[in-house]
C-alpha cells in the first residue's frame, strides 16, 4: 500500500476528507498536514473535527460554484442531446447548487434552532433567486449557518435528537455531519456539468 | 408555508437510516439509543445501498466507458478516470481509511491512485468493492464516545494523524463525491441510477 495516495485526500487526510473532483493523476508527493506540523497539537473535539470537513467541502463547493460562468448557470446536461442517453428532469447547475444550499438549511437549522429562510418553499430553494451572484451568495450563508451547528457539537450531545422542520428526529451529529455528505454527491454532477462546458474543477487543476 | 423537502434519494434514505422507525411519527422507537458506531454504520449503510447498485447498473461492456470518448463539443474530460476506475479508487480508498479504523491490513497491494491494477473485470471490482463496505462496517463498529477522536497513523503514509472520526466519515464523503460522478458517467449511457428511479 505504499503507493495508494489519492488525489487531494492525502495531502488534507488530517483535514477530513479532500475533493477528488475527477483526476486520473495521483498527487506528485504527499505535503504534510498542517496540523502534522504543528507542536504541540491540541487534542481533536468532535465539532473541530467535523468543522474541517466543512472547511473542505466548503472551499472545493464554492470554487466549483463560483467556476461556471454566469451564462451557463442554468446548463443542464439535457441541452446536449448525447446520443443515447438519460437526462430527463435532471438539475440544471443553478439547481443543484441551490437545492444543496437548502438541504444545507434543512439539516443545520435543525441543529441550531434557528428558523429557516421564508423564502425556502422546496427542495431547489427560493425561486426568486436567479442570478448567479444571489445564488452563490445563498449558499455562502448556508455553510455558514452549518459551522454555526457544528460548533454546538461535544461527544456528550453528538447522540442526542433534533427535531428537523419536518418533525422528524435525527441524532445531533448526524444532522450536523450528514449535509458535508450529501453535497459531495452532488458536487460530483456538478464537477460532470462543469466538464461537459470545458471547465477544469479548480480542485482539479495543478497546483503552481 | 407548505414545505416539501424531499432531498431523495440519498437524504430521505439516510434520515431513515439513522433516525429509524421514528424519523416519521416523531415519537421515539423503544429502539436502543444511537451510539456513535450505530450513527455511522447507518451511513455507510446509506452510501453502500446507492454506491454498490450504482455500480452494479452500468453493463459489463461499458464498464470501462470515460466520457471523453463522447466527444462532447467544447468539453474537458482529459485524463479522467474511466467509471471501473471510479469504482476502484473508491473500494481501495475505503480499504485505506477504514482499515486505519478497524486496525486491519488491506487484503491485497492497494496499488496507486486509481486501486489494484489487477482487478479488471465488472465482477472482480465490485467483488472488492464490496469487500470493502464489509471492512467499513468493521470500522464503524470499533466505534465509541472514548475511542472517536483518538488518532491514528495516517493510511497513506503521510505524517499526519488523522482522528478515527475523520477517517470513518471521510470515507463515506469521499465515496459521495465519486458516487455523483457515476451517476453522470451512467445518465449518459441512457440509465437511470437506481437510486433515481421512480418507486414502485
Excluded at chain 1, 119 to 137: F, H, M, R, Y
Aim: some cysteine; proline content about 8%.
Amino acid at each position: 500500500m505504499k503507493h495508494l495516495r489519492m488525489f487531494c485526500i492525502v495531502a488534507l487526510l488530517s483535514l477530513a476528507v479532500g475533493l477528488s473532483a475527477q483526476t486520473a493523476a495521483p498527487a506528485a508527493k504527499p505535503t504534510p498536514a498542517p496540523q502534522a506540523m504543528a507542536s504541540p497539537k491540541p487534542a481533536p473535539t468532535l465539532s473541530g473535527a467535523i468543522d474541517m470537513q466543512l472547511n473542505m467541502l466548503e472551499k472545493g463547493f464554492v470554487d466549483a460554484a463560483e467556476a461556471m460562468p454566469e451564462d451557463k448557470y442554468n446548463f443542464s446536461p439535457e441541452s446536449l442531446k448525447i446520443p443515447g442517453a438519460d437526462y430527463a428532469t435532471v438539475r440544471t447547475f443553478a439547481a443543484e447548487v441551490k437545492h444543496v444550499a437548502t438541504a444545507n438549511y434543512f439539516f443545520w437549522s435543525s441543529v441550531t434552532g434557528d428558523p429557516m429562510p421564508a423564502s425556502i418553499k422546496g427542495p431547489n430553494g427560493p425561486e426568486e433567486l436567479k442570478t448567479k451572484a444571489e445564488i452563490v451568495k445563498f449558499l455562502k450563508d448556508s455553510f455558514a449557518l452549518g459551522h454555526k451547528a457544528i460548533g454546538t457539537l461535544t461527544t456528550q450531545n453528538a447522540t442526542e435528537m433534533v427535531i428537523n422542520v419536518r418533525g422528524q428526529q435525527q441524532t445531533r451529529i448526524f444532522a450536523a455531519s450528514f449535509p458535508v455528505a450529501h453535497a459531495f454527491d452532488h458536487y460530483g454532477q456538478m464537477v460532470e456539468y462543469l466538464r461537459m462546458n470545458g471547465v477544469v474543477p479548480p480542485a482539479s487543476r495543478q497546483q503552481n | 408555508m407548505k414545505l416539501i423537502f424531499r432531498f431523495l434519494p440519498l437524504a430521505a434514505l439516510l434520515i431513515f437510516a439513522v433516525s429509524g422507525a421514528f424519523a416519521q411519527s416523531g415519537t421515539p422507537a423503544p429502539a436502543s439509543a444511537p451510539t456513535f458506531s450505530t450513527v455511522i454504520d447507518r451511513q455507510i449503510s446509506s452510501l453502500e445501498r446507492e454506491f454498490v447498485s450504482a455500480a452494479e447498473a452500468m453493463p459489463d461492456d461499458k464498464f470501462n466507458f470515460a466520457p471523453a470518448t463522447l466527444n462532447i463539443k467544447g468539453s474537458e474530460y482529459k485524463g479522467v478516470k474511466t467509471f471501473a476506475l471510479e469504482v476502484r479508487h473508491v473500494a481501495a480508498t475505503n480499504f485505506a481509511m477504514w482499515g486505519a479504523v478497524a486496525g486491519e491490513k488491506p487484503p491485497m497491494d492497494l496499488g496507486g491512485d486509481d486501486g489494484p491494477e489487477s482487478l479488471k473485470t465488472k465482477a472482480e471490482i465490485v467483488k472488492f468493492l464490496k469487500d470493502s463496505f464489509a471492512l467499513g462496517h468493521r470500522a464503524a463498529k470499533s466505534l465509541t464516545a472514548e475511542n472517536v477522536l483518538g488518532t491514528v497513523p495516517s493510511p497513506f503514509g503521510d505524517s499526519s494523524t488523522p482522528t478515527r472520526l475523520n477517517l470513518a466519515t471521510g470515507a463515506t464523503a469521499h465515496a459521495f463525491d465519486h458516487y455523483g460522478q457515476m451517476v453522470e458517467y451512467l445518465r449518459m449511457n441512457g440509465i437511470i441510477p437506481p437510486a433515481s428511479r421512480p418507486q414502485k
